[in-house]
């Protein structure tokens, strides 16, 4: 699955390894994996990252942080929220053009009162006053960075790049294998940030094989949501080449899996698909998807599970219906079969109606 959240009752550092590994990550008590992220009108891919530390050594960029900030304090410790460090998230929040969590305690809690993750803290002050904080969690031979905030009055330090910096050094120094800074976002330059600190021990996890490559080989063809729409880009001219309509569209809902209500419920999770025949307001019947990680197109038919309150006025979308596939009719990686055996049901349709 591309999206799928598990909500552990207990979780050992080894276990929270393999997750990471595996490109998952910390959401409040749970834990989740995407590979894709709406942004605004667009359906972007999700690449998740990582840093080993037996390569890294800080940067010109973290010497010179270093030097700004000896006249602060800073510590590390096991982490605890409390009136203070609430009061900073909520005016680092204020100062958001966009939504995050209401408070530290929901970001790092959910809904539950005690937490499976071994959790620590970066704290930085002024004197006694303080202005940047950032939570990790251990795992066994490996961390994960949870967030870093600070006072917008003290953003000319560069406060958020020096916390994940300290995390990343305090774990090196721990001698921990890898260090995970969650994912960056091609096409959405706000995650961009990652990609510059420890670059050169910098890898990506690849979606097509499951495997972690260093960043430096890091090409297009390794943004998977590109990949999927190259593929279905060709489909669907080679259906028109047989006098088949399809319509290329992006999937409201690919994300559903996440909500806790809808967990566990089997819907459709690709972000694009082909849908063979018009374009109306009906539930989409039988569509094509295409895998980056088999390499194969898969022909699909589909139930409509639920309408939703309000739909995306923008045509490219599909948001009718919340949708299910029921059955898989084929899979193949040649297109050529694919179209081949789309124009026949869709001919056999249309004899069955004369």
């Not at 890898?203 to 590109?226: I, K, N």
């Not at 309150?309 to 040649?334: C, H, L, M, W």
Request: hydrophobic residues 40%; proline residues 5%.
């Amino acid at each position: 699955m591309f999206v799928e959240v598990h909500t552990p009752q207990q979780l050992t550092g080894q276990e929270l390894d393999a997750y990471l590994q595996r490109g998952w990550f910390r959401m409040g008590q749970t834990i989740f994996t995407t590979n894709f992220a709406h942004v605004k009108d667009k359906i972007l891919s999700t690449i998740w990252l990582r840093i080993k530390l037996h390569e890294y050594s800080g940067d010109r960029s973290y010497s010179d942080l270093l030097k700004r900030y000896a006249k602060f304090s800073v510590s590390v410790q096991p982490a605890a929220i409390d009136e203070e460090k609430e009061t900073l998230f909520t005016r680092y929040r204020e100062s958001l053009s966009f939504s995050v969590s209401e408070s530290l305690q929901h970001l790092l809690f959910g809904k539950e009162a005690t937490s499976v993750y071994t959790t620590y803290e970066v704290t930085v002050r002024d004197n006694s006053k303080l202005f940047a904080c950032g939570f990790f969690d251990l795992g066994g031979n490996s961390a994960e960075g949870i967030v870093s905030f600070y006072d917008p009055a003290y953003k000319k330090f560069s406060p958020g790049k020096f916390v994940i910096y300290s995390k990343v050094q305090y774990c090196k120094e721990l001698g921990l294998e890898f260090f995970y800074p969650g994912y960056f976002v091609p096409g959405n330059p706000y995650f961009d940030y990652k990609l510059n600190i420890g670059r050169k021990a910098l890898q990506f996890l690849q979606l097509a094989t499951g495997e972690w490559h260093d960043m430096d080989r890091f090409t297009e063809s390794d943004v998977p949501v590109d990949a999927i729409r190259v593929k279905l880009e060709h489909m669907q001219g080679m259906l028109q080449q047989n006098s088949v309509e399809s319509h290329l569209l992006k999937y409201e809902f690919f994300d559903a899996g996440l909500i806790p209500d809808m967990r566990n419920s089997g819907l459709l999770d690709f972000p694009l698909f082909l849908l063979i025949g018009p374009l109306t307001d009906e539930p989409a019947g039988i569509i094509v998807v295409y895998d980056c990680r088999d390499g194969a197109y898969h022909l699909l038919v589909c139930m409509p599970v639920w309408k939703p309150d309000r739909t995306n006025p923008d045509v490219s979308f599909y948001s009718s219906y919340f949708i299910k596939p029921v059955q898989e009719v084929y899979a193949t990686g040649d297109v050529h079969i694919m179209t081949t055996i789309i124009a026949r049901i869709v001919q056999k349709s249309i004899s069955s109606v004369m």
